[in-house]
Each structure stands twice: as structure tokens, then as C-alpha cells.
């Protein structure tokens, strides 16, 4: 079993700044993708940003794309913010896909273990 355990959500204006981080426990495996989904209110799961298992892919929604980055220090994942917006409001989660894949996915199926997420409010 793998835990993941988010972390570092909080409320922040608009404009400004958050990171999270996602804290990976259990069975350690060689090779495992990272994604961050994030989900709001009357809304469903979304996809925000993934890392390949070997750091050498990374894909981005286009909602996200160069305001957010996704990067991994050995066993904790992490979410740069930058730039946020009301609309980035949501719990946002972190999930891991076991397994060397060509392409991290951005698929919310394809993830075989989940964090608990952690809330990011946004005000204006």
C-alpha cells in the first residue's frame, strides 16, 4: 500500500501564492507517476498537473499552464501556485499511478492511490 498525504492549502488573495506538498509512504516503488487533481464545489474532479516517474515529463491543464508547477524532491511531490485566481478555489488531491509510463496521465482513473486532499480558497 502507498499513503500520500497533502499538505500547505490554506485561503490566500488573489494574485498571491500557495505550495503544496504531497508526502509519499508505504511501499516505495522504483517508478510511479504523480498527478494533482483538484476538485470544486458542484463541480467534478478535474485534472491540474502531472510528473512522469523519471521527472522527464510534465503536463499541464491549460487553465494552469504557467501559473503552476509540479516537481518532486525524493519521496514529497509538490504544487507550486503562482498567480492564483477565485477560480482555482477547489480541495486539490494527490494521486500516484504505479508503473513506467511513456506519458504521465492526466486520466483520473488511471491513479491507483489517492491523499485525502487538502482545500485551497482563493479570495478576491
Known amino acids: 500500500q502507498v499513503q500520500l498525504l497533502e499538505s500547505g492549502g490554506g485561503l490566500v488573495q488573489a494574485g498571491g501564492s500557495l505550495r503544496l506538498s504531497c508526502a509519499v509512504s508505504?511501499?516505495?516503488?522504483?517508478?510511479?507517476?504523480m498527478g494533482w487533481f483538484r476538485q470544486a464545489p458542484g463541480k467534478e474532479r478535474e485534472f491540474v498537473a502531472a510528473?512522469?516517474?523519471?521527472?522527464?515529463k510534465i503536463g499541464y491543464a491549460g487553465t494552469v499552464q504557467g501559473r503552476f508547477t509540479i516537481s518532486r524532491d525524493k519521496n514529497t511531490v509538490y504544487l507550486h501556485m503562482n498567480t492564483l485566481r477565485p477560480e482555482d478555489t477547489a480541495v486539490y488531491y494527490c494521486?500516484?499511478?504505479?508503473?513506467?509510463?511513456?506519458?504521465?496521465?492526466?486520466?483520473?482513473?488511471?491513479?491507483?492511490?489517492w491523499g485525502q486532499g487538502t482545500q485551497v480558497t482563493v479570495s478576491s
Open positions: 508505504g511501499r516505495t516503488y522504483s517508478n510511479y507517476d
Open positions: 494521486a500516484a499511478e504505479i508503473g513506467g509510463h511513456l506519458n504521465p496521465s492526466q486520466r483520473e482513473a488511471d491513479y491507483d492511490y
Open positions: 510528473l512522469r516517474w523519471d521527472d522527464s
